[in-house]
C-alpha cells in the first residue's frame, strides 16, 4: 500500500475512531474533518468515498498487525508458543489503543480483509501444530478451530473494552483456554499464556 501523507494520516486516524464509535461504515464529512482537524476540503481531495476510506483503513490496519506479529515470530518456532503470544498481542494493543480494538471488535468478522489478518497466520500456525502433535482434533474440525480463535481473541478484546478485565488477565485466561482446548496441557498451557510478552516489533 501507497505511503500515506500527513494529511491521509490523519485522516485515517479520525476514521477509525469514528467507525468504532458509531459502528457504521457511512461518516458525515463534516464529522470526519472536524476529528482529524482538517478543512474539508481537505476529505475532499483525498477520500473519494466513504466505503473506499473505509476499506483503505480496515486494509491497512490488517496489514499493519499481521506484519509486526510476524516479526515477533522471527525465532520462535514453537506453535503453541506463537498462538499464545499472538492472542495477547491483540489483547494487549486494544488496552494500548482503544479506538484500534474498538474497531476491530466491530468489524474484523465481516471485513474480508481483516478476517485474512485473523484467519491466515493462526491457519498457518495451527497446521504446523497439528502436524507436529502438538494439537489434537479431528483434522476436519480445522475451519472451527480457526474461527473459536479468532472469537476468543475478539471476545477477550471486548472484556478489556469494557472494563471487564485487564488485558493481562483476558489475554491470558483467553491463550489458556485456547491452547488447552487443542489439546495442550493445563500446565503448560497456563506457563505460556502467562510468560512475559514481549514488544510487538514496530514497522521501519
Sequence with gaps: MAQLNQAQRRIHKAAIRLFAEKGVTQLNISDLAQEAGVARGTIYNNVETMEQLFEQVASQLSMEMHQRISRSFIGLEDPAERLANGIRFFVRRTHEEPHWGAFLNRFALSDASMREMFYSQATADVLKGFGAGRYRFPQTHLASVISLIASATLGAMFLVIEGIKTWREAGSET??????????????????????????????
Excluded at 491463550?175 to 510468560?195: D, F, H, I, N, Q
Aim: charged share 30%; aromatic share 0%; net charge negative.
Design 175 to 204: 491463550a489458556e483456554l485456547v491452547l488447552r482446548a487443542l489439546g495442550v496441557p493445563e500446565e503448560e498451557a497456563r506457563e505460556l499464556a502467562t510468560t512475559e510478552l514481549p514488544p510487538l516489533p514496530a514497522l521501519d
